[in-house]
């Protein structure tokens, strides 16, 4: 009985890390969502390269795109074990992400605020603030990928 | 100077048309975003499946992250040749997309509108109405499959 309580505690605390089923899932929502956020993140660019057919319609929705991503929970697909395996391709994740778990932390709370940050900024149509904070997002997610994240194969 | 401007021309609207890049690209975005918009749909199935655990902040994270793609311009990935070709994997959008293009504006503005709908009747916490529009919500995603997307390889 003491065996079956203990494999039970033990079940729940990986089903509710694992909240997004198998590492190949979690891997591919993953990829999913920040491919989604990196296409947002190219929109908002292009707009500021050309000053002259700046969209605030675009970069708003694109803005809002990133931060209700960011809002939705990414954490959940990092699970054990997540730092190998494949989703719709290997993962490159580094194990330095589960070694490393108060700097993890900081970034992605660092990349949470920048992206609800971003947000507000966008809404305003403020061009040379858009720029200044945009710099601010982007620089939140090289933090994330320099520490945690394989260089692409070449 | 006339073939100039006329290939000027052409290669203007391509350009237009194919603002998110490469044939690949598009593909690949447009599975980034779709496989985002399934994970967060997962999530909220699973808060209806378990009332006993339901979470209203899990079921608007999520409502706001589909609403917030439904937003994004998605229409943009489906540039002229997109049904043909590889992202993350081969795509599976049929050429009747292109072939029919009043039904795939329908289903893609019924898409945007159960979102948004969707995202707002999230924000009041009533189960019952969740549970609807998120039946509505799902129909939309389904008129689009059955019409325009290859049934999986087995």
Redesign the interface.
Known sequence: MLLRAVLGIAFLGVAAVS??GPIEDQI??R??????I???T??IK?QLDNPDSFSKE?VI??A??I???A???LGA?YGPGTDKGEG??KTRLKSEFFEKPEEAKKVALQFNLEANEFAKVAATGDVGQIKAKFGKLTQSCKSCHDSFREKEAK
Chains 1, 2 share one sequence.
């Open positions: 909240s997004a591919k929502f990829q999913g969502a920040y491919t989604f990196g296409w947002n190219n929109k292009a675009e929705a694109a809002n795109a931060a209700a991503a809002n939705s929970g697909l719709f391709r």
